[in-house]
């Protein structure tokens, strides 16, 4: 009987993640913001919205008074903010939830404010609680990847080049520590043109620990060079280090016969499910030496999975598959979701903090194993996996 409720259950959530990630793609993306005159803020979609996009409430209570704007949308530039405006006026714009944007205007007076729709562009204008209101500032020192100039700022004095990511605030403090899979004499699989996966996986590790320190974290990584390590002594580091979360790094192989059906981004993380699929990829991941696997085969790791690092290690595999989609899509078309899915996966077992086995594409295929070799795409992968690092951070503590 509990066998089945567990079946049914996992039938469920797979089913809520598949119309999740179609729901996803229809949400609209705020690509820029821009403040083009005191008091006024502006939001700049990749595509036209309608006023129905968002919803606006005002609360008052002995806090002050908050006018709170919610949209339907994705915040492309990924820096939650909390700003103050002057006269005790102070600005919060986060990504509330998976589609959902929120905007919070706190004020210890009431404040009044106007939304306006134009095309891809909504305006909020602020004003009363005094003269001061300016959000002139707001975002400055921010790009967007995506942003176009207009035809009035075409003629301005052309910006430094800045980085499109700051510190953020969840990064500050937490310890991320990278598993670069394989190593040495490990190629692990080999695709097309020959390159190693082994290879593959070091660099997007390296993109990635340059990234997610610019964005205030402590980053560690088991290998930076071409070096052999044991499964063990993978999650030990993690475990030494006592990190936040452990992000383990690999890309999918299958037999040249079925090279051509097979692509697409797959994140998994550690449960004690079975399906044949999971068995599969598992089966590849977990080659190592015969010591490591009688010494997980006497710890029997599947009792040690906890519950609750469980759940919480599928909430950040949500987050950096949902985060790895929407970058490599930015650029690239044909881009597979091969979802997020359990599995019993070795190197995953000895982890004490939310993990993940990331499996960035199939390096056999054809056309998504050149592309893993590209350093663009590469990037854009490891943008896409601290995007879902600061998300999952951002959402649960």
């Known amino acids: 009987m509990n066998w089945c409720r567990a079946k049914i259950f996992r039938l469920l959530l797979g089913g809520l993640l598949f119309l999740g990630s179609s729901l996803l793609a229809e949400v609209p993306k705020i690509i820029d913001l821009s403040t083009p005159r005191a008091s006024h803020l502006k939001i700049r979609f990749d595509r036209p919205i309608a006023s129905s996009l968002f919803r606006n409430f005002q609360i008052n209570d002995k806090n002050g008074f908050r006018d709170v704007y919610d949209a339907s949308a994705i915040l492309g530039v990924g820096i939650p903010k909390n700003l103050s405006l002057g006269e005790g006026v102070k600005l919060r714009i986060a990504q509330n939830e998976a589609t959902k944007v929120r905007i919070v205007l706190d004020s210890p007076s009431e404040i009044k404010s106007q939304l306006r729709i134009e095309g891809d562009e909504a305006l909020i204008s602020l004003e009363g609680a005094g003269s001061n209101i300016s959000v002139l500032s ?20 052309k910006p430094t080049a800045t980085s499109t990511k700051r510190p953020s605030i969840q990064g500050a403090g937490k310890r991320i520590v990278l598993d670069p899979g394989h190593g ?7 695709g097309v043109d020959g390159v190693c ?16 320190t610019t964005r205030g974290y402590k980053v560690f990584m088991t290998r930076s060079k071409d070096v052999f390590i044991n499964l063990r002594d993978r999650t030990k580091f993690a475990n030494d280090k006592e990190a936040d979360l452990f992000i383990s790094i690999h890309a999918n192989a299958v037999p040249k016969d079925k090279a051509s059906k097979m692509h697409g981004i797959e994140t998994y993380f550690l449960s004690n499910a079975r399906s044949e699929r999971a068995k599969n990829v598992a089966a590849l991941e977990n080659k190592d030496d015969i010591e490591t696997m009688n010494y997980f085969s006497k710890q029997s790791f599947l009792n040690t999975i906890n519950s609750q690092r469980m ?87």
């Not at 790009?143 to 003629?155: D, F, I």
């Not at 040495?184 to 080999?190: H, I, P, R, S, Y």
């Not at 650029?331 to 982890?351: N, Q, S």
């Open 138 to 157: 707001l975002f400055e020192g921010i790009t967007s990847e995506t942003k176009t100039p207009s035809a009035a700022s075409a003629n301005s004095p």
């Open 311 to 397: 759940i919480a290690s599928n909430k950040l595999a949500i987050d950096i598959q949902f985060g790895m989609l929407r970058q490599a899509r930015e650029k690239f078309e044909g881009i597979t979701d091969g979802g997020v899915r359990e599995g019993p996966f070795w190197v995953l077992a000895g982890a004490l903090m939310p993990s993940v086995l990331l499996e960035l594409g199939y390096i056999t295929h054809p056309t998504e194993g050149k592309r893993l070799a590209q350093s663009s795409y590469q990037k854009l992968l490891a943008q896409g996996i601290a995007d879902g690092v600061d998300g999952y951070f951002e959402k649960n503590f």
């Open 184 to 190: 040495g004499k490990d190629c692990g699989a080999q």
């Open 197 to 212: 996966e082994k290879e593959v996986v070091l660099s997007v590790a390296k993109y990635l620990s340059q990234e997610l």
